[in-house]
């Protein structure tokens, strides 16, 4: 995840990290009164943001999110050691949306047009499904929430209303985000945002992760549903076959996403190229 690391030396994309945050914590921390699990989730429009922000801010805003989880936490009076898979969890949101954008879709502007919707969609339910599994995971290994429980309710937060709210405020922000030149091929020289070989393979690795996470809690769920008192595992111990198999999952979805980004410096790509945006027809990364 080399792009997530040196996009901190330029100074509009740690900007971009406090803009991405504050509209974060600023949708979330209303919210929090919407809750489900006292302490641990709530209705969240805001699962929107991070997929927006990804689209267009790149690391910058895998950062905003994770911190902008924290603070919401903080502020919102949530703040528990489930916490810490959240920094996680959301971080990867935005990341993954991002990296598998840039998998998908090459250097094409993701601008929100009616034709890139399906794209959207697909990057946005990546992200959300990563970012279930791996919070859903910390917290059940903490002993502090079934992880069937937590993992089903965060991808419908982030994998339903996310992606909704990313449609309408995506084609909104785009044009405004590109006229200030703060998209992060505006601000990233190539080679710091352009995936090796690996891009595909780690596609394939983080979707099989996250459908084994979400497999693992409906499996568990349903179930729960039709053998009530008969003793299914409880979801809330590392021993137990859903969080165990959660565990594994997590780990595919993070060597997924690590396969996705740019692992080390092209020595092709010139540090002062100017971004592409190619045509519709471009090719994506590979």
């Known amino acids: 995840m080399r792009d997530a690391i040196v996009m901190w030396r330029h100074t509009k994309m740690v900007v971009l990290v406090a803009l991405s945050g504050a509209a974060y914590v600023a949708i979330l921390v209303p ?22 922000c990804g689209l267009l801010f790149g690391p910058a805003a895998a950062w905003g999110s994770a911190f902008g989880n924290l603070v919401g936490d903080i502020f919102g009076g949530t703040l528990t050691p489930g916490s810490i898979p959240g920094f996680v969890g959301n971080f990867l ?10 998998v998908l879709r090459g250097d094409r502007h993701a601008d929100g047009s009616p034709g890139q919707l399906g ?7 990546a992200g959300g499904l990563v970012c279930a599994v791996v919070i859903a995971f910390g917290v059940a290994a903490m002993g502090l929430v079934p992880y069937q429980v937590l993992a089903l309710i965060i991808t419908a937060n982030n ?16 044009p405004l985000a590109r006229s ?37 809690a409906a499996f568990v769920a349903v179930a729960d549903s039709f053998t009530t008192g008969v003793g299914v595992p409880g979801g809330v111990s590392l021993l137990d076959p859903q969080v165990l198999t ?9 060597a997924g996403a690590a396969l ?24 994506p990364e590979a």
């Open 180 to 216: 200030f030149g703060l998209l992060y091929q505006d601000i990233l020289a190539p080679d710091e945002y352009t995936a090796g070989p690996a891009g595909w393979a780690g596609m394939i690795l983080t979707w099989a992760g996250a459908g084994l996470g979400l497999l693992a």
């Open 93 to 102: 949101v935005a990341y993954v949306t991002y990296r598998m954008w840039r």
């Open 260 to 283: 996705m980004s740019p692992l080390t410096a092209s020595a092709s790509a010139s540090p002062l190229a100017p971004p592409v945006d190619r045509p519709d027809g471009a090719a």
């Open 246 to 254: 959660a565990g594994f999952a997590a780990a595919a979805v993070l």
């Open 31 to 52: 919210f929090k009164i919407a809750t489900i699990i006292p302490g641990f989730t709530e209705i969240r429009p805001a699962s929107g943001i991070p997929v927006v």
């Open 119 to 125: 794209w959207m969609a697909l990057c946005s339910v």
């Open 159 to 174: 994998c339903v209303i996310g992606t909704i709210v990313a449609a309408i405020l995506l084609p909104i922000l785009y």
